[in-house]
């Protein structure tokens, strides 16, 4: 290498002779001495000016210092028994080892430092150490704490939202006070079982529809309910009379369909309408023959527009007759459920549902206090079509395109004005089925089936009631004396 040569002071060119002794730089040179063997009784080594003897420690033999300990199976290493030791046959006098012969003169040699000799382990064939893991080195995380991360955090937000949320309670002036009692079991009647008020309107609600029909004065609206699965609906015929044969139908879910007029009965005041949709409910259908005066009764329709309306109330009246009709119109007969349920404009056609959720007629009419020409409006007297009377219209409709219109052959001029009541016959025809039972003109008709007759509406509404074919008993007077007999009721020949 280029430059100052760094040695020991020991020239290995050099054979034979005693190394010099470092120095530091600037010293002078130290006097050299002969070289000696050191051993028992020995004059140590030459010590450069201002170094320190290197001088074992009290009692220990100046032989083999520093010592080395012995370790089992392994030769012993380092200079031999004698103090420096020298080397058999190596270079310099007496065969001094190059390499301990400056030892005493080293600077930064510390004789009182510790001598150790590292034996490394001897690894078996076909083994490797068992690794280590640092236990400050980051590793992955484990399935508890990937687990602990979520749940602290909806902690820290469920407490977060909390306390956000008393302030504002606080705040916001409600303090944190409690309002109201603990609460309690519900009662039966919130129960909503199927028998139940609730029950009943849940279970009919999806069969009932607005009906809208389009005329030249604008837009006709009341109710209707689904009859049959392909889309039939009964509605009354004064919602589409007038129309120009253009009607859709709105569900209780707030579809609409386009509807289709199928036929109508201006007299029994009963009209049918088709819709194309599938998956329809139909209604079921009650006997209106088995009701009895204070039957609970559910009104269901668009009372003013307002759609899925459920109002209550009971059976007021049987067979009250009624005729209604518009000036210039057909004129029509009822022999009407009287009911005491809400009804307004807009529930005509709609449903009137028994306590168990069978339709038992069809709302029609109402009666009201108001002048001519008022918006009339419920005052708790409303009347429906016997669901018998209307469904046998209808499939009279469906199946023919018109219905048939019962008739008993006899007509009534009016009450008699006598005590006791009853209708004198005016007219009866001949070979009809008044005829046929023996009745005359002059006659004065008490009762029909036990209904007492005391105004002409009610011969002709009670007997429309009843279809065609069927069997009812009179009772009547002929002069003083009071008889009864049987009428086949019969069907109008038109």
Do not use: C
Request: proline share 12%; net charge negative.
């Amino acid at each position: 290498m280029g430059g100052t040569d760094v040695t020991d002071g020991w020239d290995w060119r050099r054979g034979g002779e005693t190394p010099a002794p470092a120095r530091p730089p600037g010293a002078e040179a130290p006097p050299v001495a002969s070289p000696t063997t050191p051993g028992a009784g020995s004059t140590p080594a030459v010590v450069p000016p201002g170094s320190t003897p290197v001088v074992p420690p009290a009692g220990v033999p100046t032989s083999g210092y520093p010592p080395v300990p012995p370790v089992a199976g392994v030769p012993p290493v380092g200079p031999s028994p004698s103090w420096p030791a020298p080397v058999a046959g190596g270079p310099g006098p007496a065969g001094a080892s190059p390499w301990w012969s400056d030892a005493l003169a080293d600077p930064w040699r510390d004789p009182a430092a510790p001598t150790a000799v590292v034996v490394p382990g001897v690894v078996a064939a076909g083994s490797e150490p068992e690794p280590v893991t640092d236990p400050d080195a980051p590793g992955r995380p484990t399935l508890r704490q990937l687990l602990l991360i979520p749940v602290i955090t909806a902690l820290l937000a469920g407490t977060l939202g909390g306390a956000l949320g008393y302030a504002f309670a606080v705040r916001g002036g409600a303090g944190g006070v409690v309002l109201g009692g603990a609460p309690a079991e519900a009662p039966a009647l919130a129960q909503r079982k199927p028998e139940s008020l609730a029950g009943v309107a849940e279970r009919v609600l999806p069969s009932v529809v607005t009906v809208r029909v389009s005329s030249l004065g604008g837009t006709s609206e009341g109710s209707g309910f689904i009859a049959t699965a392909d889309g039939h609906v009964i509605t009354n015929d004064h919602v589409v009379a007038g129309g120009s044969g253009k009607a859709s139908v709105v569900f209780n879910d707030g579809s609409t369909a386009p509807a289709t007029i199928v036929g109508q009965d201006p007299e029994s005041d009963i009209a049918v309408i088709k819709v194309s949709r599938s998956g329809l409910r139909p209604v079921e259908f009650g006997d209106s023959d088995a009701l009895a005066v204070g039957d609970p009764v559910l009104a269901i329709g668009s009372p003013l527009s307002l759609a899925n309306t459920v109002t209550a109330g009971i059976v007021s009246a049987l067979d009250r007759t009624m005729q209604a009709g518009e000036p210039g119109g057909p004129i029509r007969y009822y022999a009407a459920i009287q009911t005491d349920a809400a009804v307004n404009h807009g529930n005509s056609g709609g449903p009137l549902v028994d306590g168990a959720g069978r339709v038992v007629g069809v709302n029609s009419t109402i009666k009201s206090l108001v002048a001519e020409g008022q918006e009339a409006g419920n005052i708790g007297l409303a009347f429906a079509i016997p669901i018998n009377q209307a469904k046998r219209v209808t499939q009279d409709i469906i199946g023919t395109g018109k219905a048939r219109r019962t008739v008993i052959g006899a007509r009534a001029d009016g009450p008699t004005g006598v005590v006791g009541g009853g209708l004198r016959l005016a007219e009866v025809e001949p070979s009809g089925p008044a005829d046929s039972a023996g009745l005359k003109a002059g006659d004065v008709i008490l009762k029909i089936n036990g209904r007492p007759m005391t105004e002409p509406t009610d011969l002709t509404a009670l007997v429309r009631k009843f279809a065609p074919g069927s069997v009812v008993s009179v009772e009547f007077r002929r002069g003083s004396a009071r008889q009864n007999t049987s009428v086949t009721l019969a069907a109008d020949a038109k």
